[in-house]
């Protein structure tokens, strides 16, 4: 006698047919489709085999028990069989079962240090998703993120709601829209704009120093400082007004409200039909109401802006395009979307250099010493930002920050195209459909790419040979092994969708860093202790850090 029922054969094929189906087009976004394949197949076959004289609950119960054990079985065995298109590429097996086993995995922030133990463990490919693989080759940057490069994957399309009438500039996937919408901000980020900005640059940054002064005599968080603000620099360049943080504190709690959100934001972009089903549960449960807070800040600050006008050519001015030069005008709804992606992108990825940057000057002294040297060189010209743009050492210490800890950590994600065929990613095939990412700071720790010590905060690697030689003898005295792969640097990402603000934040950078160091030495406040801020450090795909408790003295 069969231990099997038969009457659970109908569910059974039902279950393995769906999943034939399934398997050739993947779109785990369409909520329709699994409603239609998890709810109505089963339904509807118990509704064609059911046993008469069962109850309509339990028969209902068996079958979708049934329908749905063979349904994932079938699936989790493909997924690790040999004839599963990524099953060239090692990986963790629960990595290979499901991407919501990756997704709770880096829910803690520590997706860069998991990233680079795997990497560590199988080579420079690892599948970290049934369909998704990272890399870490710098020889796959310009086929994955060049000009013939792949488009973005599906991680943007779970951050954001089905029904949102536009898609923020950096989360466009069609590569004709992202250059439509890319024009105001080419504008808005011109060589001739940005000089036209450093007037609030430099206002800002001086307030930001008398305001320190009166601190002086005890313990600030500099994080938090800097964290104002670069917020009341982009609220004067995108809003014509802040909420004056710097001098105000962060009232509104808008830092909290963005910091609180990112885990949740990035968790659905890594399960986007995980985003997509909490967005449509939004309409009646409070999903991310802190990010919906910020949202509603930044519309009643637009809208006021728009109602105001605009009394100088700021940035807000060019993503309007106000003087009516663009051919396809900006609807309303992307200059919404653009002003709060300028917020988020101008001031917290700026904050997290600029942090990272004054940490490693007060873990190493010296190079605040040699920092402060080459801002003093300039004299009364101190805040002339053409003279700044000359400072090596000073662009040294930017570099070295942001090689060892770019504001994006992991990367950005990229797809093969259902449709496309294969696509050849350096030394790998990847076929379609798969999505492929290549971690920044992975890259920049390669010895292939930085040597020697890839993982030291070194600054003089970015000096000419002549000046590093003499400042560090000892460590670059093997003149062969030294690597300095600017193609592998990566902060400012690669390809048609680059950081278009890379010109504006050097040069915001290299103010505050030239005004402050002028200003004040640093050092950590008593306590506290520096491998704390390393600690801190969370990865949801921007990276959030923790306090920075300093102590400042006037130099002067």
């Known amino acids: 006698m069969g231990c099997f029922p038969l009457d ?19 779109r785990v976004t369409q909520l329709s489709r699994l409603f239609l394949l998890l709810a109505v197949v089963p339904c509807s076959v118990n509704f064609l085999f059911a046993d008469p004289s069962r109850s309509l609950l339990y028969g209902l119960s068996r079958t979708f028990l049934v329908f749905n054990s063979t349904l994932a079985s079938s699936i989790v065995l493909y997924r690790l069989s040999p004839w599963h298109p990524l099953a060239r590429y090692p990986g963790p097996t629960l990595c290979k079962m499901s991407k919501l086993y990756w997704a709770l995995t880096t829910r803690s922030g520590q997706q860069y240090k998991l990233l ?93 120093v008398e305001l320190l002064m009166e601190r002086a005599s005890g313990p600030i968080d500099l994080s938090q400082w800097l964290s104002h603000f670069s ?43 995980v985003g997509k089903l909490m967005f449509r549960a939004s309409y009646f449960l409070p999903i991310l109401p802190s990010f919906q807070r910020y949202r509603d800040y930044a519309v009643n600050r637009v809208m006021k ?70 801002v003093d060189s300039l004299g009364d010209d101190f805040l002339n930002t053409q003279k700044q743009a000359q400072l090596q050492y000073v662009n040294a210490v930017i570099s070295e920050t942001l090689r060892l800890w ?32 290549i971690s920044f700071a992975l890259v920049h720790k390669d010895p292939r790419n930085f040597a020697p010590y890839p993982e030291a905060f070194i600054p003089e690697r970015w000096l000419p040979e002549d000046q590093r030689g003499k400042l560090e003898p000892a460590i670059f005295a093997d003149k062969d092994a030294y690597r300095l792969n600017q193609n592998a640097f990566l902060t400012f990402s690669y390809g048609p969708a680059n950081c278009i603000g890379k010109q504006l934040a050097w040069v915001e950078m290299r103010m505050v860093i030239c005004l402050l160091t002028r200003q004040f030495d640093f050092e950590f406040a008593p306590g506290y202790d520096p491998s704390q801020f390393e600690r801190d450090i969370r990865d949801y795909y921007i990276m959030v850090k923790g306090a920075l408790p300093t102590v400042l003295s006037p130099r002067h």
């Open 8 to 26: 659970m054969l109908p569910a059974t094929i039902a279950g393995i047919i769906v999943h034939v189906s399934f398997k050739r087009d993947e």
């Open 116 to 208: 680079a133990a795997l990497h560590e463990q199988y080579g420079e490919i690892v599948r970290i998703g049934p369909n998704e693989v990272s890399i870490a080759n710098a020889a796959c940057i310009e086929p994955l993120m060049g000009p013939s490069g792949l488009s973005k994957g599906q991680f943007w399309e779970g951050r954001a709601p089905e029904s949102a009438p536009v898609k923020t500039l950096v989360g466009l996937r069609n590569k004709k829209e992202h250059t439509r919408r890319r024009k105001p901000w080419i504008r808005a980020l011109s060589p001739m704009s940005i000089r036209y900005y450093e007037s609030f640059l430099i206002s800002r940054a001086s307030q930001m």
């Open 231 to 273: 917020f009341d620099v982009m609220s004067d360049l995108v809003f014509g007004e802040g909420p004056e943080m710097m001098k105000n504190g962060d009232r509104e709690n808008i830092w909290h409200l963005l910091d609180s959100s990112q885990s949740t934001l990035f968790f659905f972009g890594l399960v986007p039909w």
């Open 305 to 374: 802006r728009r109602k105001r006008g605009s009394p100088h050519k700021d940035l807000f001015y060019h993503l309007i395009d106000e003087d009516s030069v663009l051919e396809d005008k900006p609807t309303l709804f992307e200059v919404l979307s653009d002003s709060s992606l300028a917020i988020i992108a101008g001031a917290d990825t700026i904050t997290s250099a600029l942090v990272s940057a004054f940490y490693f000057m007060m873990r190493y002294p010296k190079v605040c010493k040699r920092v402060q040297r080459d």
């Open 406 to 437: 770019p504001p994006v950590l992991s990367g950005s994600q990229r797809e093969v195209k259902k449709g496309t065929g294969n696509a050849v990613i350096g030394p790998y095939i990847l076929p379609e459909g798969t999505a492929a990412s």
